[in-house]
């Protein structure tokens, strides 16, 4: 038996419900339940899972339907119509009134996956994707449209609606998220390049006519960053050393929340199946996961592959319009609205998380106060043993990640996060305005924008494997981005040094300084750090050999400080990954960071000839064999 056909448009308001409809309960899910093995729509043992999982976690019947029996969504929106007696629009034939999706908000009408259809006889018809849903928007509907009855159509024919109508206006939206003084879009190549030169030009006038004078402040500038580096790195590699607290036992929790995780993608086609088939092994429950996968209009490739890698129901497909500029962060932006988890994760293309990646940071969100805002996970390469590049870059991320990053959020100063692995309450994301879609390390910046509004962010102990760019040309590439995003970050937070001072406060702005500015100076500047090593190989040095014994040896001491400190650093973190490559390759990073001072040129002159250059890094060049 098939379910009886509800009738099509154009709708009579007599077919539809007024609009008193309440939250599901178990007996209204017994009912449905009834209906659809009545009618042979669904199958008695996916049903009976269905209710027993509905029961359990209180989720709803029709999301636990599709994302467990694969029942397909015309099928089931029909059983519903006819459950709820109402209709199922056709939202192609018969699009929404544009005046009414307006007065709604086209990204409101994402969020809440219902959209104002059309007015017939005095009546508004809402039509929504979750009937269960539909009396928790009810008091505001009518306020805002009068007597309203309510209609179905599938979540995916909603979001098509919306964005084949709203689209570009909601992308032009996604770049101007963030509040103007809290970005980087005001600082545009016309704003930076004009003092950029100014300070050019006298950097070269005083060398020019006083270069000792210029060799001197150089290397006292260099010295000083470098003291206050290292001091940082110890105090954190301290920090995270100290035993922690115990957390608490993992707690039961009586409905868990929806989790969104959105997957940026660009010029992806290859990796793309492989991503399904990763995100495919977290343990959480399929009904309560949303993936969002997010990809560009002109992304024809990405777009195929994803079609062909039979995507299950829980994961969807995003189109990002056309747009000023492509970055990740704008289509992150896009992709916001159409989340519809509490909580708000994000991964790259090639990430390969934790099976219990999600239910671990659901628990530690349920142990904390709304003021930790985000967590981060461990970020980690699957292939570390590729060359020595790579293994210099899996050295490199094991010490940031499991003694830097855990030492900064003990001391409480700011975290730049990393760009995948991320969690966010969506309370807090939504209030902050998303992310800076003009910057290009828009992690980096929404850590310090978190910091800044009083949020925390917390490290959590849960990996994610990513393929480490071992290829020394891309490898530039994709740190001279990095080194231009902490440019534009520190130049966007800086612009009002006193408020900045006020939000943090002196702590916290200390250690925002010497994360941002100390960092780009030990890679701008470091020829002259590396000509201080000269008088030691019997070469004389201009400001050396002017200094006394004493101070020479200070530097002496300075270097070696800091060169120990790496070296213990690289080695614990290592420890730390688990990775059991010889530790002797901590050595080469004296060969591995001088790449990022080639990075740093190339980022100067970005910043100034086009900032919001997104330099984009390809991936699935060394993935490891499948499972």
């Avoid at 009586?254 to 010029?267: D, H, Q």
């Avoid at 080194?483 to 937070?493: D, L, Q, S, V």
């Avoid at 406060?505 to 780009?520: D, E, I, S, Y």
């Amino acid at each position: 038996m098939v379910a009886r056909q509800p009738h099509r448009n154009p709708v009579p308001v007599s077919a539809l419900p007024s609009g008193q409809a309440t939250p599901s309960t178990p007996s209204k899910a017994d009912t449905l339940g009834v209906a659809l093995l009545r009618d042979g729509v669904v199958a008695g043992d996916d049903m009976v899972r269905a209710l027993a999982v509905q029961s359990h976690r209180r989720g709803r019947v029709t999301d636990i339907l599709l994302s467990r029996a694969r029942l397909p969504s015309d099928q089931l929106y029909e059983a519903l119509a006819a459950h709820w007696g109402t209709s199922v629009i056709d939202l192609a034939l018969h699009p929404p009134d544009i005046r009414l999706v307006d007065r709604f908000g086209a990204d409101r009408c994402l969020r809440s996956t219902l959209v104002p259809w059309r007015v017939t006889g005095g009546v508004t018809v809402i039509v929504t994707a979750q009937p269960e849903d539909f009396a928790l928007y009810r008091d505001h509907l009518i306020r805002l449209f009068g007597p309203i009855a309510m209609a179905l159509a599938p979540l995916d024919a909603i979001e098509a609606s919306i964005l084949a109508r709203r689209g570009k206006r909601l992308a032009r939206a996604a770049e101007n998220r963030v509040a103007e003084s809290e970005s980087c879009r005001s600082l545009g190549a016309g704003s930076i390049r004009r003092p950029a030169g100014i300070a050019a030009a006298l950097a070269v006038a005083v060398t020019v006519l006083w270069p000792l004078a210029m060799l001197w402040l150089l290397t006292g500038f260099v010295l000083l960053t470098l003291c206050l580096a290292t001091l940082l790195k110890i105090a954190a590699g301290v920090a995270a050393l100290l035993p922690r607290a115990p957390q608490p036992e993992p707690a039961i929790i009586a409905r868990l929340p929806t989790v969104s995780v959105i997957v940026a993608l660009y010029r992806e086609s290859d990796i793309a199946p492989r991503l399904v088939r990763r995100l495919g092994r977290l343990e959480y429950p399929r009904e309560l996961l949303d993936i969002v996968l997010v990809v560009e209009a002109e992304d024809e490739m990405t777009r195929t592959a994803l079609a062909g890698a039979d995507l299950p129901p829980w994961m969807r497909v995003i189109v990002v319009p056309d747009g000023q500029i492509k970055t990740k962060p704008r289509a992150l932006n896009f992709a916001m609205d159409h989340c519809r988890g509490s909580i708000i994760g994000v991964y790259d293309a090639e990430d390969a998380p934790d099976p219990d990646q999600i239910q671990r940071i659901v628990q530690r969100f349920y142990q904390r106060g709304p003021e930790v805002a985000c967590l981060q996970g461990v970020l980690d390469f699957y292939n570390p043993t590729t060359n020595w590049l790579s293994r210099c870059f899996t050295i490199e991320y094991a010490a940031w990640f499991r003694l830097v990053l855990p030492g900064l959020e003990r001391l409480g100063l700011p975290i730049p996060l990393g760009g995948t692995t991320l969690f966010f309450r969506r309370a807090a994301l939504e209030e902050l305005g998303g992310w800076d879609a003009h910057n290009v390390t828009e992690d980096a910046d929404l850590g310090m924008r978190l910091c800044r509004h009083g949020y925390r962010t917390e490290l959590i102990d849960t990996v994610t494997g990513e393929e480490a760019n071992c290829r020394a040309l891309p490898w530039v590439k994709q740190r001279s981005r990095w080194i231009k995003g902490y440019m534009m970050t520190w130049a966007t937070h800086m612009r009002d040094p006193a408020l900045l001072w006020r939000q943090l406060g002196p702590w916290k702005f200390a250690g925002f300084q010497v994360l941002m500015l100390c960092t780009l100076t030990q890679f701008v500047l470091a020829p002259v750090l590396w000509s201080l090593w000269l008088p030691w190989f019997g070469v004389a040095h201009p400001v050396a050999d002017a200094l006394p014994p004493a101070a020479v040896l200070a530097m002496l001491i300075v270097l070696v400080l800091t060169e120990g400190t790496n070296l213990a650093l690289n080695l614990i973190g290592l420890h730390r990954s688990g990775h059991r490559f010889a530790r002797a390759w901590v050595l080469m990073m004296h060969l591995y960071f001088p790449l990022g001072t080639l990075a740093s040129y190339k980022a100067g002159w970005e910043v100034i000839r086009k900032p919001f250059y997104w330099d984009k890094t390809t991936h699935g060049h060394f993935d490891p064999p499948e499972p």
